[in-house]
T-cell receptor
């Protein structure tokens, strides 16, 4: 869905299907791109990162893709489970400033 | 121990009050962070401490005053806050300031300013 005002973009996925969460970034100076998961009532949790000179990195059930040409980052979750329900944030790491800046979030909801 | 512990979990304060938020980690991490998060928004960086020294202040109003008494503790002192400062305040730590973005977050302190 579209982000309008205070509403988070939401992705609704059938349990067992694959999920793809997208993020657009604007700053080409980032050294790493990171995905965080934030469950209700909790702080964000690191999922996976990718160095800016790579285009793909795989973890356990997750894959991050980086397309620097169009400044696009995606997180793919295989075989989505109820425990994957959360808000997912992309973030950028700037080594020159030693800081992490979070981008917009997407709420992932799982249909049984 | 891979936890970042924040206290209190909830805090309600008036605009004339002085209060503090506390954060503790025992992972031996040398970088600690304060983020502010409003509802349905991403966390916004406020302060970074590297090796117990303030390294980044993201132009935060002086009514927020951070303190790092030692490598395990991080405080955020609050004074004369405004209702718009109501938010979830998140503390995080990383192994060192160059840890590529792997932050360990606490569950946050939810602050309400009346």
């Amino acid at each position: 869905g579209e982000s309008v005002g205070l509403h988070l973009p939401t992705l609704s996925v059938q349990e067992g299907d694959n999920s793809i969460i997208n993020c657009a970034y604007s700053n080409s100076a980032s050294d790493y791109f990171i995905w965080y998961k934030q469950e209700s009532g909790k702080g964000p949790q690191f999922i996976i990162d990718i160095r800016s000179n790579m285009d793909k990195r795989q973890g356990q059930r997750v894959t991050v893709l980086l397309n620097k040409t169009v400044k696009h980052l995606s997180l793919q979750i295989a075989a989505t489970q109820p425990g994957d329900s959360a808000v997912y944030f992309c973030a950028e790491w700037y080594s020159s400033a030693s800081k992490i800046i979070f981008g917009s979030g997407t709420r992932l909801s799982i249909r049984p | 121990d891979t936890e970042v512990t924040q206290t209190p979990k909830h805090l309600v304060m008036g605009m004339t009050n002085k209060k503090s938020l506390k954060c503790e980690q025992h992972m031996g991490h040398r970088a600690m962070y304060w983020y502010k998060q409003k509802a349905k928004k991403p966390p916004e960086l406020m302060f970074v401490y590297s090796y117990e020294k303030l390294s980044i202040n993201e132009s935060v109003p002086s009514r927020f005053s951070p303190e790092c008494p030692n490598s395990s503790l991080l405080n955020l002192h609050l004074h004369a806050l405004q209702p718009e400062d109501s938010a979830l305040y998140l503390c995080a730590s990383s192994r060192d300031p160059g840890s590529r973005g792997e932050l360990f977050f606490g569950e946050g302190s939810r602050l309400t300013v009346l």
